[in-house]
């Protein structure tokens, strides 16, 4: 099939040929992350369902997907697409002119955050796919400008907030009441502190209708195996309640089945909104939350591994101030289900609050090992500087079951046999009453063979994490169940 016939059947060759041509990873500096069809259907057919729109807008337009099914199914509406990168500008503008709706259509070179839209007396949808950009990869005049614009609205912004978060607050500045729309981002910020912005702005202004959380499993962004959640909003609307959805498959979507309604109270009382999208599930008879038997705890932060783990520079020091610890996930991961051995750990230096203890060789290898820290500026890290006494790490106890945390896979958990301490690389889970050596390991068991990624939360790029909370959350079996063994 030529490339017009294929752009006429709905299809995308020029994005898809973009995408072969510009890597993934060059491309995720721009966040030129391309939408699969049913997504794009699904969005515009909620629009479809919702208002008819004078005028069309998508804030970050890549190969025109968005713009070109809008511009088909709403065909009396302006359609304006925003972009900087020159490339995609150019196919948008070329699927457009094949499509035969350049017309009523531009392709407007430009940052979203800065372009100015003429009023109109109707209503404008806007729709998309925001770009993923990660904030390190943004400029501080644009961070500052997320603040700034925040604070206008009486809200408050991180500046480790992404791009796509930038692309919410943009819209509700340039919206007016009645206006409405569709977005798909990345789901980290229903969850991550500097989400909080666009959970304030959808519960607030950017008038919330609906969260559809797509699991990572359907790959809703084809570049990046990560949850996605899909957001229907009409600005300035304030629903009592808000309807949640979650889906495995991208044909899920087009089942009309599976929401429930949410009250706004609920979420606004929340500071995590991805559990809300699952639906309670009984537990089965004689099963509870890992938090019932367990306190679950992420190992310690040094604030400057390279001192604080052994070294040259730590060689006078007294033997009781090393501690076998587990320092990298890898580790945990090696050993399997059980640790047994901590030799082939590297030490941890943990120095006492109270340095008098010491005679006065051993205190004479403290002084010179401190004098080296303090012109190394370890004293002066955020963390050492926060502690009660910035020498002394203070590592946790040993955790007889320690488990990863952030992967691309599930977490690994391992019975600690071996008494090592962890950095927080790790969570420690520490039984709230003493449990035997059989029923660890049963626990273990049981934690290895169930625990999911979707348990979790699961970032752009892939990495499944899993917070404290989260994994205090899990299903168990009780310690009754535990003790007669594997099942």
Known sequence: MEFGESIL??????????????????????????????????????????????????????????ILKAGRTFPDASLVGVEVDPLCAVLARANLAVAGLSDRAEVI??????????????????????????????????????????????????????????????????????????????????DVNYGKLVRDLFVGELGGREIIFIEPEAMPFPDAATTAAITHFEIGARSASVQVKRVRTLD?????????????????????????????????????????????????????NRFWIEG?????????????????????????????????????????????????????AIDRFLRLAREMDVHLGYVAANRKTWWS??????????ATYMARRPPAFVHNRASARHLNIAHGIYPREKLS???????????????????????????TKFEPREMERLMVPSVEILEQGPA
């Open 109 to 190: 070179l430009e940052d979203y955050r800065s372009t100015i839209f003429p009023v109109r007396r109707g209503r404008t949808l806007y729709i998309g796919n925001p770009p993923y950009v990660r904030h390190h990869l943004l400029e501080p005049r644009w961070k500052k400008w997320l603040v700034e614009e925040a604070r206008k609205k009486d809200l408050k912004a991180s500046q480790l907030a992404g791009l796509h978060v930038h692309f919410y607050l943009a819209t509700v500045a340039k919206a007016a009441p009645g206006d409405f729309g569709t977005f798909i981002a990345a789901a980290e910020w229903l």
């Open 312 to 364: 040259p520079h730590a060689a006078d020091l007294p033997a009781s101030v090393f501690y076998r610890t587990v320092t990298k996930a890898r580790e945990l991961f090696r050993a399997g289900r059980v640790l047994r051995d901590a030799s082939t750990l590297r030490r941890v230096i943990d120095l006492p609050t109270d340095l008098s203890v010491y005679g006065e060789s051993d205190r004479r």
């Open 437 to 463: 050596q059989r029923v660890l390991g049963c626990l273990v068991e049981y934690l290895s063979k169930t625990t999911r990624t979707t348990d979790g939360r699961t970032y752009a790029g892939g990495l």
């Open 393 to 402: 790490v203070v590592l946790r106890d040993p955790a007889p079951i320690l």
């Open 9 to 66: 059947a709905g299809n995308d060759p020029l994005g898809d040929l973009f995408c072969k041509i510009r890597l993934p990873a060059e491309r995720r500096k721009s966040g030129a992350t391309f939408t699969p069809a049913a997504i794009v259907r699904t969005m515009v057919e909620w629009a479809a369902g919702y208002a008819l729109p004078e005028r069309v807008v998508d804030p970050g337009v890549g190969s025109g997907r968005f």
């Open 252 to 304: 899920d979507l087009a089942n009309p089945n599976g929401s429930r309604a949410i009250r706004r109270e609920r979420l606004e009382a929340k500071k995590r909104w991805s559990c809300l999208t699952r639906s309670a599930k009984k537990a089965p008879s004689g099963y509870v939350e890992l938090g019932e038997l367990c306190r679950v705890h992420r190992g310690q932060v040094t604030g400057a």
